[in-house]
């Protein structure tokens, strides 16, 4: 079946990213990393793209391919292209362009340098170390990791902040703190829970939804804030945040806005949010901070609180 | 001026694994490498790594194995170096930072292997090498190792039979670079990528077995290429040893499990070699299913292949459309591995002065004619670790000698001529040729004819190669230019294993030839030895080191 | 067809901030005839910080929830998209994994509860989109919207992650589109239609978080919409509460009103500006409702 390419190409030093189209016979089985490869090996040799193992292993050919971050190794182009008739090809967003399809890597890299990427065992002379199944499970997924940039690409809040830590960096760093043989957990976790750190992740679930590995880098967050917790490390709005409403929670059953906002943000930033609050207010839109009434068998929830306390503190 | 202490060519296994011994060492110390460390080769190492670590096995045993699975070509010195020191750098790797599988109690966990007379290998799932090379790069940036990524290394520059440091080609400038040390360890992998159907990923082009004769260090028993039995159909995706290890089937259209008629014994856990063979019999002989055979893992039942084998049966699925827990996967045998390699010895030398290398480039033997699964990790690490070491003790011994530029003007000249040809044959086209002529006369069964058509072809396509052009003449990540360079590599590499191959009148291990189908101890216990010399080849012979076990014959 | 009676489940922000959600949707399905049963004792969800504390804490918590849903014998329909994502995640869990749900059953015992895993959770969108349908909803039109350019605004927690809830492709999907039509109106193509509001980040890193709003409001707006519909009150919060301060943030005049999916529906049904509460928005939708 012939099938339509429509390739984003760019030389930033020279001209205006232009889009390209190619006509690619395609069979049964092909991806789109052998389509670029059938281009780049006729037609246009100038197409740069990069590529390695072509078995989505290596992470080196994510792309944005109709609009949603890929490997081009494991893409299937008939599926794709029935659908829609034509398959547009780009480099992968969050990134600078280099040239056609390749993106400067180097903020990725620099992110995974600023969570101390490597172990720092609490005994270096221990020979063995028993790992049970579920401590081994525990990193196991954030380890499938092959860093192929694909989260960073959808990540939203990287998109707004491009200081924030990201989804790639955030698995990496859950995949030490979560490690049993780890010596400096709350060390890493002080430094996670600080500026641009894994609380200002929005949970858009771009990642989790467009990892290709099935790495799960929201997990990774969401356990490294319960983690972070856990260890104490409070004194910032994210865990105060949720300790708000896991309080709210427990005293009225449900969200207590008002409560909560004070709480998240301190009494002198609260009060910073009063002209807005007072907007709010106009419209009927502020909590009643006094009459908050609590649900119906709120016996029951105090005592699955007390239930989960009582087997966390069994380990 | 740039200046390292040691420079490491290749960021895979070995490559890193030297860099971190040398950097150890407090040594100023650089990687170069055309693809960034993760996404090296060794990063799609799927089944495990081998190491005699309970009480029941032994070392002596593991390295029986191995010198029996190499048909008695391997060098019994460095396999000896090889088993004896594997279970240390287990727990080395443990160290560093890597979690292999456990069993119940939470040790390390060891799962049966062809050729293996125990279950001694480690793994971590089915994605051993993904684990470990993420380990090893952590490594590197805990050590503050200098790390060129993207770079392609054009030319290793000796002078006095001395190595003086590399000449590479930053890929995102086009400009080349004097790089100066007094150590070069190359690490570059092997050289699947002379075939079409090949588990080898596409960087997999042999480049610093290339330099490295261009330099002035022999090549040794390129003939021998391992042809792994379970490879995808269409693309030669790799599945791992570990889907038999784990208890999976190979099975003919008649659904017989054809292993019984090759290996009574051992079945499906023969070495790779016997494997392939017989593949490729039933396949010729009309008992495949569309050029293939089937490996079946449906009796493993869902929750084991989920376990064990969770990246095989994504590939199934992804790049095959088949299941592995509902039908069996068509497979076929597919190149594999490079047994051939650098000469070296069990520190990494090669006998230019500062120049060593480690890992699939390099060729100790410590697989001989057929390497076991499990081997070649533990090889990168191993002799990694050695290489580095010897790396940097030699650079601590000698003194740095800069290159003049003239030595870069030259190379520099050589890449003009290609980016400037007005007009020629594109790289792509003459590849396509070359690996139809080595995978057409240079596969599992190999014939005298054969191997002189093939060395025919390849010779009139290295003669087409000097007028090899580009379209892309821009300086930024030009890949078509680093195409072009590969090209050179793999038709002067596809000459030597081609001519190797001819002139080993045997069968042993992977080089089976069908008009001398007997190994023949008395004439070819020795190693083939390729020097370049005066633009041609000067073929050489060494004798096995033997020194525990006389060569038997091989039944499994 | 369905049996369209749901355990109601408006979620804790439209029983207080976006209070007129929850009263539309109320008013909306009456007049269609889907029955909601009201759950008193339903516990808030946890809107994912719990997750972020105990990931036990939470399963039980939603769990609890299921049970009570189970005991109604009905599924639940919420109007909050993070409710939903929540719920189904939890719910995903629960019933892959007999283990966990074992596990959990353990901690709701002292409860005097348990979930045996039968309840699905939806959300009005998909009830109206498939369980009422389309066809229905459109002979239930009194006055078509067909002077309203809308930009169908989905966010993240009705969409991802798609293995939990799995109704829409979360790259191509089709319902707040289908039912916007279905209602009489175009339904605006723009880019962000399927990103983040910016709400979690709101008492966190609020620059990120109205960066983000003002960027999808501008998007629809630049694409000609004239307003905004949304199937999530926590989007809305930031979409209509935030956008002064993301008009002040990117520099740029927006203007766009924000409608909860309710209350379009409800305007199509000849509701009035005043039975859809428009007047607790803070950008007023007046102008563009004129004849309405």
């Given at each position: 079946m012939?099938?339509?390419?429509?390739?984003r190409?760019s030389?930033p030093?020279?001209?205006?990213?232009?889009?390209?189209?190619y006509?690619v016979?395609?069979k049964e089985g092909?991806?789109?990393?052998?389509?670029?490869?059938k281009?780049?090996?006729?037609d246009?040799?100038?197409?740069?793209?990069?590529?390695s193992?072509?078995?989505a292993?290596?992470?080196?050919?994510?792309?944005?391919?109709?609009?949603?971050?890929?490997?081009?190794?494991?893409t299937?182009?008939l599926?794709?292209?029935?659908?829609?008739?034509?398959?547009?090809?780009e480099?992968?967003?969050?990134h600078q362009?280099?040239k056609?399809l390749?993106?400067?890597?180097?903020?990725?890299w620099?992110?995974?340098e600023?969570?101390?990427?490597?172990?720092?065992?609490?005994?270096?002379t221990?020979?063995?170390w028993v790992?049970?199944?579920?401590?081994?499970k525990?990193?196991?997924r954030?380890?499938?990791?092959?860093?192929?940039?694909?989260?960073?690409a959808?990540?939203?809040?990287?998109?707004?902040d491009?200081?924030?830590?990201g989804?790639?960096?955030s698995?990496?760093?859950?995949?030490?703190?979560?490690?049993?043989?780890?010596?400096?957990?709350k060390?890493?976790l002080?430094r996670?829970s600080?500026?641009?750190?894994v609380?200002?992740?929005?949970?858009?679930v771009h990642?989790?939804?467009?990892?290709?590995k099935?790495?799960?880098?929201?997990?990774?967050?969401?356990?490294l804030?319960?983690?972070?917790?856990?260890?104490?490390v409070?004194?910032n709005?994210?865990?105060?945040h949720v300790?708000?409403?896991?309080d709210?929670?427990?005293?009225?059953?449900?969200?207590?806005?008002?409560?909560?906002?004070?709480?998240?943000?301190?009494?002198?930033?609260?009060?910073g949010?009063?002209?807005?609050?007072?907007?709010m207010?106009?419209?009927?839109?502020?909590p009643?901070?006094?009459?908050?009434l609590?649900?119906?068998g709120?016996?029951?929830?105090?005592?699955?609180?007390?239930?989960?306390?009582?087997?966390?503190?069994?380990g | 001026?740039?200046i390292?202490?040691?420079?490491?060519?290749g960021a895979?296994?070995?490559?890193?694994?030297?860099?971190?011994?040398?950097?150890?060492e407090?040594?100023?110390?650089?990687v170069v490498?055309?693809?960034?460390?993760?996404?090296?080769?060794s990063v799609a190492?799927?089944g495990?790594?081998n190491?005699?670590?309970?009480?029941?096995?032994?070392?002596?045993d593991?390295?029986?194995?191995?010198?029996?699975?190499s048909?008695?070509?391997?060098?019994?010195?460095a396999?000896?170096?090889?088993?004896?020191?594997a279970p240390?750098?287990?727990?080395?790797?443990?160290?560093?930072?890597?979690?292999?599988?456990?069993?119940?109690a939470?040790?390390?966990a060891?799962?049966?292997f062809?050729?293996?007379?125990?279950?001694?290998t480690?793994y971590?799932?089915?994605?051993?090498?993904?684990?470990?090379i993420?380990?090893?790069y952590?490594?590197l940036?805990?050590?503050?190792?200098?790390?060129?990524?993207?770079?392609?290394?054009?030319?290793?520059?000796?002078?006095d039979?001395?190595?003086?440091?590399?000449?590479?080609?930053?890929?995102?400038?086009?400009?080349?670079?004097?790089?100066?040390?007094?150590?070069v360890?190359?690490a570059?992998?092997?050289y699947?990528r002379?075939?079409?159907?090949?588990?080898?990923?596409l960087s997999?082009?042999?480049?610093?077995m290339?330099?490295a004769?261009?330099a002035?260090?022999?090549?040794?028993?390129?003939?021998?290429?391992?042809?792994h039995?379970t490879?995808?159909?269409?693309?030669?995706?790799?599945?791992t040893e570990?889907?038999?290890?784990?208890?999976?089937y190979l099975?003919?259209?008649?659904?017989?499990r054809?292993?019984?008629r090759y290996?009574?014994?051992?079945l499906?856990?023969a070495?790779?070699?016997?494997i392939s063979?017989?593949?490729?019999?039933?396949?010729?002989?009309?008992?495949?299913?569309?050029?293939c055979?089937?490996l079946?893992?449906?009796?493993?039942g869902?929750?084991k292949?989920?376990?064990r084998l969770?990246?095989?049966?994504e590939?199934?699925?992804?790049?095959?459309?088949?299941?592995?827990?509902r039908?069996?996967?068509?497979?076929?045998?597919?190149?594999?591995?490079?047994?051939?390699?650098?000469?070296t010895?069990?520190?990494?030398?090669?006998?230019?002065s500062?120049l060593?290398?480690a890992?699939e480039?390099?060729?100790?033997?410590?697989h001989?004619?057929?390497?076991?699964?499990?081997?070649?990790?533990?090889?990168?690490?191993?002799?990694?670790r050695?290489?580095g070491?010897?790396?940097?003790g030699?650079?601590?011994?000698?003194?740095?000698?800069?290159?003049?530029?003239?030595?870069?003007?030259d190379?520099?000249?050589?890449?003009?001529?290609?980016?400037?040809?007005?007009?020629?044959?594109s790289a792509?086209?003459i590849?396509?040729?070359?690996r139809d002529a080595?995978?057409?006369?240079?596969w599992?069964?190999?014939?005298?004819?054969?191997?002189?058509?093939?060395l025919?072809?390849?010779?009139?396509?290295?003669e087409?190669?000097?007028g090899?052009?580009v379209t892309?003449?821009?300086d930024?990540?030009?890949?078509?230019?680093?195409?072009?360079l590969?090209?050179?590599?793999?038709l002067?590499?596809?000459?030597?294993?081609?001519?190797?191959?001819?002139?080993?009148?045997?069968?042993?291990?992977?080089?089976?030839?069908?008009d001398?189908?007997?190994r023949?101890?008395?004439?070819w216990?020795?190693?083939?030895?390729?020097?370049?010399?005066?633009?041609?080849?000067?073929?050489?012979?060494?004798?096995?080191?033997m020194?525990?076990?006389?060569?038997?014959e091989?039944?499994y | 067809?369905?049996?369209?009676?749901?355990?109601?489940?408006?979620?804790?922000?439209?029983?207080?901030?976006t209070k007129?959600?929850?009263?539309?949707t109320r008013k909306?399905?009456?007049?269609?005839?889907?029955?909601?049963?009201?759950m008193?004792?339903a516990n808030?969800?946890g809107?994912?910080?719990?997750?972020?504390?105990?990931?036990?804490l939470?399963?039980?918590l939603?769990?609890?929830?299921?049970?009570?849903?189970?005991?109604?014998?009905?599924?639940?329909m919420?109007?909050c998209?993070?409710?939903?994502?929540?719920?189904?995640?939890?719910?995903?869990?629960?019933?892959?994994?007999p283990e966990?749900?074992?596990?959990?059953?353990?901690?709701?015992?002292?409860?005097?509860?348990?979930?045996?895993?039968t309840?699905?959770?939806?959300?009005?969108?998909?009830v109206l989109?498939q369980?009422?349908?389309?066809?229905?909803?459109k002979?239930?039109?009194?006055?078509?919207?067909d002077?309203?350019?809308i930009?169908?605004?989905?966010?993240?927690?009705?969409?991802r992650?798609?293995?939990?809830?799995?109704f829409d492709?979360?790259?191509?999907?089709?319902?707040?589109?289908a039912?916007?039509k279905?209602?009489?109106?175009?339904?605006v193509?723009?880019?962000?239609?399927?990103?983040c509001?910016?709400?979690?980040a709101d008492?966190?890193?609020?620059?990120?978080?109205?960066?983000?709003?003002?960027m999808r409001?501008?998007?629809?707006?630049?694409s000609?919409?004239?307003?905004?519909?949304t199937p999530c009150?926590f989007?809305h919060?930031n979409?209509?509460?935030?956008?002064?301060m993301?008009?002040?943030?990117?520099?740029?005049?927006?203007?766009?009103?924000?409608?909860?999916?309710?209350?379009i529906?409800?305007l199509?049904?000849?509701?009035?500006?005043?039975?859809l509460?428009?007047?607790?928005?803070?950008?007023s939708?007046?102008?563009?409702?004129?004849?309405y």
């Amino acid at each position: 079946m012939k099938t339509k390419f429509k390739i984003r190409r760019s030389d930033p030093l020279k001209a205006e990213p232009y889009w390209q189209a190619y006509s690619v016979e395609v069979k049964e089985g092909m991806t789109v990393l052998d389509a670029l490869l059938k281009i780049s090996e006729g037609d246009d040799p100038t197409l740069s793209f990069r590529r390695s193992c072509r078995s989505a292993i290596c992470g080196s050919c994510a792309l944005t391919i109709n609009g949603f971050p890929k490997l081009a190794c494991s893409t299937q182009i008939l599926p794709i292209a029935k659908e829609t008739r034509e398959v547009t090809v780009e480099p992968l967003s969050n990134h600078q362009v280099i040239k056609d399809l390749v993106v400067d890597f180097t903020p990725f890299w620099n992110k995974m340098e600023k969570v101390t990427p490597f172990l720092l065992p609490a005994d270096e002379t221990r020979k063995e170390w028993v790992i049970k199944k579920e401590d081994e499970k525990a990193i196991d997924r954030a380890q499938k990791c092959i860093m192929c940039g694909s989260c960073n690409a959808v990540c939203n809040s990287l998109d707004v902040d491009p200081n924030f830590i990201g989804p790639a960096a955030s698995a990496k760093a859950w995949r030490f703190v979560g490690d049993v043989r780890e010596g400096h957990r709350k060390k890493r976790l002080e430094r996670l829970s600080g500026e641009h750190g894994v609380w200002d992740c929005v949970r858009c679930v771009h990642c989790t939804e467009y990892c290709p590995k099935d790495a799960a880098p929201l997990e990774a967050i969401e356990r490294l804030r319960a983690k972070a917790i856990e260890e104490g490390v409070v004194e910032n709005p994210g865990a105060k945040h949720v300790l708000s409403l896991v309080d709210s929670i427990k005293r009225v059953g449900r969200l207590d806005e008002a409560a909560m906002t004070f709480k998240t943000l301190g009494f002198l930033r609260s009060l910073g949010m009063i002209p807005f609050g007072l907007k709010m207010e106009i419209h009927g839109k502020l909590p009643h901070p006094i009459i908050f009434l609590a649900i119906e068998g709120m016996k029951e929830v105090k005592k699955i609180y007390s239930a989960v306390e009582k087997r966390r503190k069994k380990g | 001026m740039v200046i390292h202490d040691v420079i490491v060519i290749g960021a895979g296994l070995a490559g890193m694994r030297a860099a971190v011994e040398a950097a150890r060492e407090g040594l100023n110390v650089a990687v170069v490498s055309k693809v960034h460390p993760v996404r090296s080769h060794s990063v799609a190492a799927q089944g495990g790594i081998n190491a005699a670590l309970k009480e029941t096995d032994s070392w002596e045993d593991h390295m029986f194995d191995t010198v029996k699975g190499s048909d008695y070509l391997a060098d019994e010195d460095a396999v000896e170096v090889l088993c004896r020191e594997a279970p240390a750098d287990i727990m080395e790797l443990e160290r560093m930072g890597a979690v292999f599988s456990r069993d119940d109690a939470g040790k390390i966990a060891q799962r049966p292997f062809g050729g293996a007379g125990y279950p001694r290998t480690c793994y971590l799932a089915d994605r051993t090498g993904h684990g470990l090379i993420h380990v090893m790069y952590e490594q590197l940036a805990k050590k503050n190792v200098y790390l060129y990524d993207e770079w392609h290394v054009v030319e290793i520059v000796v002078e006095d039979k001395s190595v003086r440091g590399v000449i590479a080609l930053e890929l995102l400038t086009g400009k080349l670079h004097r790089l100066h040390s007094k150590a070069v360890v190359i690490a570059t992998g092997g050289y699947g990528r002379l075939f079409n159907t090949t588990t080898n990923a596409l960087s997999s082009t042999g480049d610093g077995m290339a330099l490295a004769l261009r330099a002035g260090a022999p090549l040794m028993d390129m003939e021998f290429v391992q042809f792994h039995p379970t490879t995808l159909k269409r693309t030669g995706i790799l599945m791992t040893e570990g889907a038999r290890g784990e208890g999976g089937y190979l099975i003919n259209k008649d659904g017989e499990r054809f292993m019984k008629r090759y290996a009574p014994k051992t079945l499906e856990l023969a070495s790779r070699d016997v494997i392939s063979r017989a593949e490729q019999r039933e396949i010729e002989e009309g008992r495949g299913v569309d050029g293939c055979v089937l490996l079946d893992l449906r009796h493993l039942g869902e929750e084991k292949i989920n376990e064990r084998l969770p990246q095989i049966r994504e590939l199934s699925i992804n790049f095959a459309g088949k299941d592995p827990v509902r039908e069996p996967v068509p497979v076929k045998p597919g190149a594999h591995y490079s047994m051939g390699g650098i000469w070296t010895d069990v520190d990494g030398k090669t006998p230019v002065s500062g120049l060593f290398a480690a890992g699939e480039c390099a060729c100790l033997s410590v697989h001989g004619a057929n390497r076991l699964g499990g081997n070649s990790l533990l090889e990168t690490i191993v002799f990694g670790r050695r290489a580095g070491s010897a790396a940097a003790g030699f650079s601590f011994e000698n003194k740095l000698r800069v290159f003049p530029e003239d030595a870069l003007k030259d190379t520099a000249r050589g890449i003009a001529l290609i980016l400037n040809r007005a007009e020629g044959e594109s790289a792509s086209g003459i590849l396509k040729e070359a690996r139809d002529a080595v995978e057409g006369h240079c596969w599992v069964f190999r014939t005298e004819a054969g191997l002189k058509q093939g060395l025919l072809e390849i010779r009139k396509l290295k003669e087409r190669y000097e007028g090899v052009c580009v379209t892309d003449r821009g300086d930024g990540f030009n890949t078509e230019l680093v195409t072009a360079l590969e090209a050179g590599y793999i038709l002067e590499l596809s000459e030597v294993m081609l001519l190797s191959a001819l002139n080993r009148t045997e069968s042993r291990g992977s080089h089976f030839r069908t008009d001398f189908p007997e190994r023949n101890d008395r004439e070819w216990l020795k190693h083939t030895l390729i020097y370049k010399k005066d633009g041609g080849y000067d073929i050489r012979y060494r004798d096995v080191v033997m020194t525990k076990f006389k060569p038997e014959e091989r039944k499994y | 067809m369905a049996d369209l009676r749901y355990a109601y489940y408006p979620g804790c922000a439209s029983q207080e901030i976006t209070k007129e959600a929850n009263e539309v949707t109320r008013k909306v399905a009456e007049r269609l005839g889907i029955e909601l049963h009201d759950m008193p004792g339903a516990n808030c969800c946890g809107a994912g910080l719990i997750t972020d504390y105990n990931y036990e804490l939470s399963l039980a918590l939603n769990a609890r929830i299921f049970a009570q849903a189970e005991g109604m014998g009905m599924d639940i329909m919420t109007i909050c998209s993070t409710c939903l994502m929540v719920m189904s995640t939890a719910n995903r869990d629960l019933k892959k994994d007999p283990e966990l749900l074992r596990r959990i059953n353990a901690l709701l015992s002292d409860a005097g509860l348990t979930y045996r895993g039968t309840v699905k959770v939806k959300q009005l969108l998909w009830v109206l989109a498939q369980d009422y349908g389309l066809e229905r909803l459109k002979k239930a039109v009194t006055r078509p919207l067909d002077r309203l350019n809308i930009a169908p605004f989905y966010g993240c927690h009705s969409l991802r992650p798609s293995s939990a809830l799995g109704f829409d492709d979360p790259q191509r999907p089709w319902s707040l589109e289908a039912v916007i039509k279905t209602l009489g109106a175009q339904a605006v193509e723009y880019t962000g239609k399927t990103k983040c509001c910016g709400f979690q980040a709101d008492l966190v890193a609020l620059d990120t978080a109205v960066g983000m709003t003002g960027m999808r409001l501008l998007s629809a707006k630049e694409s000609s919409a004239t307003c905004m519909v949304t199937p999530c009150p926590f989007c809305h919060i930031n979409l209509d509460n935030y956008q002064g301060m993301a008009e002040k943030k990117i520099s740029k005049k927006i203007d766009v009103p924000v409608f909860h999916l309710s209350q379009i529906v409800g305007l199509a049904m000849g509701m009035t500006p005043v039975e859809l509460g428009l007047s607790r928005h803070l950008v007023s939708a007046e102008k563009i409702l004129t004849g309405y």
